[in-house]
């Protein structure tokens, strides 16, 4: 059983952590480093998560009966589309369902709020991520090379 609520900034210091180890598995199979890769969740900042959630981030957590466990991020892109951002399951609660119970959570939280659009960016090279989103209902929208990342990034977008 699990819950998933809205986080508080009391929060921050658990979810950073969260993030941090769920994107470290990520990182290490990617060879990503905080110096190749500095903004890549594994290296997160509690202060860097503070200071998205001041300005206008809502972070979200998944508990269960070993505490937190999972946590995603909105941020409000435009009248009709959110960001998804920050999607994250611990490793020791994976393969659970909890990735895709936070997809449902963020579906639901877009629609209360009027909007139709999900969107996220991945990491292109990581295949199995991109198949797990396509399965949640997401779209390639595109792709892109950014010099100041060591991968592609894959934009994809699912309708709500």
Request: some cysteine; overall charge negative; proline content about 3%.
């Amino acid at each position: 059983m699990h819950t998933i609520t809205q986080l508080a900034p009391d929060d921050i210091p658990a979810v950073a952590e969260v993030i941090r180890q769920a994107f470290a598995t990520v990182a290490e199979a990617f060879d990503l480093t905080e110096e190749n890769c500095p903004t890549n969740g594994a290296f997160l900042r509690d202060a860097a998560l503070a200071e998205e959630q001041e300005r206008g981030t809502v972070l979200y957590g998944l508990s269960d009966e070993d505490g937190l466990s999972g946590c995603m991020a909105l941020k409000r892109k435009d009248e009709a589309t959110f960001s998804l951002e920050k999607l994250a399951v611990a490793p020791w609660s994976r393969n659970r369902g909890y990735g895709g119970a936070l997809v449902a959570h963020a579906v639901e939280e877009v629609r209360r709020a009027g909007g139709g659009t999900i969107c996220i960016g991945a990491m292109y090279e990581n295949r199995k991520l991109v198949r797990w989103y396509e399965r949640q209902g997401f779209s390639i929208t595109g792709t892109r090379k950014f010099a100041h990342l060591p991968f592609v990034v894959c934009f994809m977008e699912k309708s709500v």
